[in-house]
């Protein structure tokens, strides 16, 4: 660490103390500076017992959007992404007591119910299909009866279709 950035942090340290000794009781202090597009030049200057989680909140409740653009913000949409797609493919669930467990739960169980509603989707387009030949065959049927049954099996095929890609 150079010289001047070894003073300067013994000078903002020396501030935050005294800065610090007019809080509130409990109250914690943090200093960031950070220059755009250079983040090897980030300083962070924190109290001890500083709870980032708190500092976050605090950022939050003056006016932090969750809307903004940020790495880390990425890098988490990226992990929820990846844990519904695997939780969809029921495979490589998050470590035990991973926040992403949720999400990998929540797709795993989806997925299920998916499966379950086109097996039985299968079942009543097969006997659509078995009733509209039963009535083709017994010579009684109704036309309109026969389009009807081709477009709901044709609405039960192309669901099933997107269902199981």
């Given at each position: 660490?150079?010289?001047i950035l070894q003073r300067f942090h013994q000078v903002a340290n020396d501030a935050l103390d005294k800065i610090s000794q007019g809080l509130p009781l409990g109250a914690k202090i943090c200093l960031t500076i950070y220059t755009p597009g250079k983040p090897e030049l980030d300083i962070v200057l924190k109290d001890n017992g500083l709870d980032f989680d708190e500092v976050v909140s605090t950022l939050r409740r003056r006016g932090l959007s969750i809307d903004g653009d940020n790495n880390y913000k990425r890098d988490l949409c990226d992990v929820i992404v990846g844990a519904l797609a695997l939780g969809a493919q029921n495979t490589s669930?998050?470590?035990?007591d991973h926040w992403g467990q949720r999400f990998?739960?929540?797709s795993c169980e989806e997925q299920a119910l998916v499966?379950?509603?086109v097996k039985a989707l299968k079942i009543i387009r097969e006997n659509l299909r078995a009733c509209q030949g039963t009535i083709h065959l017994a010579g009684g049927?109704?036309?309109?009866?026969?389009?009807?049954a081709q477009a709901t099996m044709k609405i039960a095929d192309t669901a099933m279709a997107k269902a199981t890609r």
């Open positions: 660490m150079s010289a669930p998050p470590p035990a990998w739960d929540n499966e379950e509603l049927f109704n036309p309109a009866y026969v389009s009807e």
